[in-house]
């Protein structure tokens, strides 16, 4: 089974969002020379927020990484020595508002829309309603509509260990779009939690709309 990483971003304090892009591929750069991770990830994407006066988009993080690879040991990290740790916990202070691991999601994929990654990704970060467990939340998910006629690839992601501390979110959907113009018009009309609010709790869900800038070209097999 492969395994999927995906995080939501913010910068640190220092970072500009003129700088951010650059300085959010610097350390994708240095993490590359760390052999036990550039070997254990099939493909890589990096998506830096659009802004959009479109209601329902979050202004408040700055980018989402998505990644895939054969396993979680292989995406996790869990094959550094303790001193290469320690050194990308430094790179990613000097990037992030916090050490990735606050904010890192390792997922299972289902694929309800098969096709090519596009240039730009709506992803949608789904908290479920106080009272409603974590099965119903998934049954629910996985047997609505597909929204976004539009969109090449359609993936809906559960997280494998849960929602996070800081980020507590039980899916995350990942909607992908040939252009910038197809994303737009698609997310003008649907951007932010399902309607069906009895299950999505809106005020803790996040959808932000992002486009690629930074990849490894390899595309995805699931």
């Not at 990483?5 to 993490?31: G, N």
């Not at 979680?72 to 001193?83: I, Q, W, Y």
Request: glycine share 6%; with cysteine.
């Amino acid at each position: 089974m492969t395994v999927k990483l995906i995080y939501l971003a913010r910068r640190a304090a220092s970072v500009s969002r003129e700088d951010w892009p650059h300085t959010w591929k610097s350390h994708a750069v240095f993490a590359s020379q760390f052999p036990a991770l550039e070997t254990g990830i099939d493909w890589m994407r990096y998506c830096n927020r659009i802004d959009a006066d479109i209601p329902g988009l979050s202004s408040a993080h700055d980018g989402v990484a998505i990644a895939v690879g054969p396993s979680l040991a292989a995406l996790n990290g869990s094959g550094f020595s303790a001193a290469d740790r320690a050194l990308i916990d430094h790179d990613e202070l000097r990037v992030f508002d916090m050490l990735t691991p606050n904010f890192t999601f390792y997922c299972a994929g289902d694929v309800v829309r098969d096709g090519p990654l596009g240039e730009v990704a709506l992803f949608r970060f789904l908290a479920r309603r106080p009272g409603i467990s974590a099965e119903v939340f998934a049954d629910i998910w996985q047997r609505k509509g597909l929204p976004f006629p539009a969109a090449t690839r359609i993936v809906r992601n559960r997280p494998l260990d849960g929602p996070l501390p800081l980020f507590p979110f039980d899916g995350i959907e990942e909607v992908w779009f040939a252009t910038q113009a197809d994303a737009l018009s698609a997310s003008s009309a649907s951007v932010g939690v399902p309607a069906t609010s009895e299950w999505c709790d809106t005020a803790r869900s996040v959808s932000v709309l992002t486009g690629v800038c930074h990849r490894w070209l390899r595309q995805p097999k699931a």
